[in-house]
C-alpha cells in the first residue's frame, strides 16, 4: 500500500480502521451489531472521507450452536447422512460459505470439508467424506461463512466390516451366533445387523476385530 493510505470500512453507520493485506485485498474486522433479520450495507474507503458508492451487503447472524449428531458413526467409506442438532440455525448463508469441517482427531491429516444441508432452525445435514480408514476418530463442526466455526466437540467415528461367519445355516435360526469381523467397531447400545431386512440387536462388540450378533429364533 502507498504511504499514508489508511483504509477504513463503514458497515452501515458504523465506521472501522481495516488493513491492507495486499495491494488487491483489505482485511476489516467486523463490528457487533445485533440486527440480525436485516442485510448491512457495506462501502470502502482509502482516506476515511469518501467512500465508495457501490456498497456490498453484509449479513448478522446469531453464533449457531450444535448440540448432538446423528448418528455419531458410519462406514470408512463414507457417505453417511449426519443430522447435526442444534440452535440459532439459519439459512441465509452462501453455498459456498455454508461447509461442515471434518478434522482428525486420531492422527494427523488435514480437515476435509462437505457442503452442508440447511433442514431447518434446528437441524443441519452433511455427508461424511470417505479416506479416513476404520477406526478413525473425527470432529465435526459447522461455518455460515466460511470462516468462523462451532466449537461444539462434537466425535464422528468411522468403522469397516470385512468378513461374517457362519455365511449360512439352519432357517429355523438356531445356528445362534453370527460373527462380523472388521474394525472401529466401538462398544454401544445402538449396533444392530440387518439380516433379510430384519435388524437383529449386538449383545456384544469388541473395540478391536469382532462385532457378535445374536440371531434370533423364528416362532
Known sequence: ?????????????????????????????????????????????????????????????????????????????????????????????????????????????????????????????CRSPGGWGSGSKVGIEITFNGEEYTTSNSVFFFYSVKNAEPRSGPSDGSAGILTVMGSGFRESSNVFCAVSYTHLRAHETSPHLVCRLLLEKKK
Open 1 to 125: 500500500p502507498q504511504y499514508g493510505v489508511m483504509p477504513y470500512a463503514k458497515f452501515g453507520d458504523k465506521v472501522i480502521r481495516c488493513e491492507c493485506d495486499s495491494t488487491v485485498r483489505i482485511v476489516c474486522r467486523t463490528p457487533p451489531n445485533k440486527n440480525t433479520e436485516a442485510e448491512i450495507a457495506v462501502s470502502i474507503s482509502l482516506n476515511g472521507v469518501d467512500f465508495t458508492e457501490d456498497s456490498f451487503f453484509y449479513h448478522y447472524y446469531e453464533p449457531p450452536i450444535i448440540t448432538d449428531i446423528m448418528p455419531k458413526s458410519g462406514p470408512e467409506s463414507g457417505g453417511t447422512r449426519i443430522r447435526l442438532i442444534g440452535t440459532r440455525y439459519t439459512n441465509l448463508s452462501s453455498g459456498t460459505e455454508f461447509m461442515c469441517r471434518f478434522t482428525a482427531l486420531s492422527h494427523k491429516t488435514p480437515p476435509k470439508y462437505i457442503p452442508a444441508v440447511y433442514e431447518n432452525e434446528t437441524s443441519i445435514i
